[in-house]
């Protein structure tokens, strides 16, 4: 079993910038690639960001390069989602996942993942 828990979100002005995190207990962290996951009223979930165990290989979504940089730390069992430059399009429910396959690849989609947490509301104001 795996807990995540996200924090870090808030209300923001297009332009400015937040940091998410993502605090994880249960199983050893550093054999398990984590993402980010966003999802808009009426939207579907969609991928964000992915980092593999020991952050060697980071992937984005087209919509968020240059934007947004994802990264960890297995000492503190956390990852985290700096986010600039935010867009009113950015706006959403920010989800934290992690698979239930130990040492797996980072997947683009939701069903890669087994856990999820509670989420973590975004809002960009225009």
């Known amino acids: 079993q795996v807990q995540l828990v996200e924090s870090g979100g808030g209300l923001v002005q297009a332009g400015g910038s937040l940091r998410l995190s993502c605090a994880a207990s249960?199983?050893?962290?550093?054999?398990?690639?984590l993402a980010w996951f966003r999802q808009a009223p009426g939207k579907e979930r969609e991928f964000v960001a992915g980092i593999s165990r020991v952050s060697v290989n980071r992937y984005y979504a087209d919509s968020v390069k240059g934007r947004f940089t994802i990264s960890r730390d297995n000492a503190k069992n956390t990852v985290y989602l700096q986010m600039n430059n935010l867009r009113p399009e950015d706006t959403a429910v920010y989800y934290c996942?992690?698979?239930?396959?130990?040492?797996?690849?980072?997947?683009?989609?939701?069903?890669?993942?087994?856990?999820w947490g509670p989420g973590t509301q975004v809002t960009v104001s225009s």
């Open positions: 249960g199983r050893t962290f550093n054999t398990l690639p």
């Open positions: 996942a992690a698979p239930s396959k130990a040492y797996s690849g980072v997947g683009y989609n939701s069903v890669d993942y087994e856990y």
